[in-house]
């Protein structure tokens, strides 16, 4: 409920599913289905498992992440652990997805009018789209504390330029450009050259 409630984007319940299964934790997609029927009076629930899940309330977001309002413990959304947790599968995602062409052209230079939509999308799934969307904003709701070595370190040194592919294949090098600006300010170092 978490992961609803605080994601950027409404994503489906196969989205939802693949990006949350995707650590040895992950969670099924028979799992959220079973979850989301009983919240179906605070949910817009659609009955394709590709259509997007929406809160019927944006109070109820509110409800579930304030400590005051919602008294039951087991309802609690705890938002920086939400955050680190969508933060961890969406790299996770982008590690298992992210690969130099990714859309398999072989020709270096291609341009987006070269390539259909649907031949983006077939590379670039929903649930990839949506972690290189949002795994920046995710980090920084977080506050996950930032060194060398460890999950985010590891991901940008090997899938930065993979990762900025991709999102120009998704047309949204810009948006590129403004995470790339808000990761520097949360770590503190310049990560493009000036």
């Not at 997609?29 to 899940?53: C, F, G, N, T």
């Not at 060194?147 to 948006?175: G, I, N, P």
């Amino acid at each position: 409920v978490g992961s609803i409630v605080i994601h950027f984007e409404p994503l489906s319940i196969n989205t939802l599913g693949s990006l949350l299964g995707t650590s040895a934790s992950g969670i099924q997609q028979a799992d959220i289905e079973e979850i989301l029927s009983h919240l179906l009076s605070v949910l817009k629930v659609p009955a394709s498992s590709a259509e997007p899940i929406r809160l019927l309330h944006p109070s109820f977001r509110d409800f579930l992440l304030s400590e005051k309002r919602c008294q039951e413990t087991q309802l609690q959304v705890d938002e920086k652990h939400a955050h680190r947790t969508l933060v961890d599968h969406c790299l996770g995602v982008m590690s298992n997805s992210l690969r130099r062409d990714i859309c398999g052209l072989q020709r270096p230079g291609s341009l987006l009018s070269d390539v259909t939509r649907s031949q983006v999308e077939q590379f670039i799934r929903p649930e990839l789209q949506y972690a290189c969307l949002y795994w920046i904003q995710h980090l920084q709701k977080s506050d996950i504390p930032l060194h060398d070595e460890e999950q985010v370190h590891q991901f940008l040194r090997k899938h930065l330029l993979h990762w900025l592919e991709a999102l120009a294949w998704l047309e949204r090098t810009s948006e590129a450009i403004l995470a790339l600006i808000s990761l520097e300010g949360h770590i503190g170092v310049s990560i493009v050259p000036s």
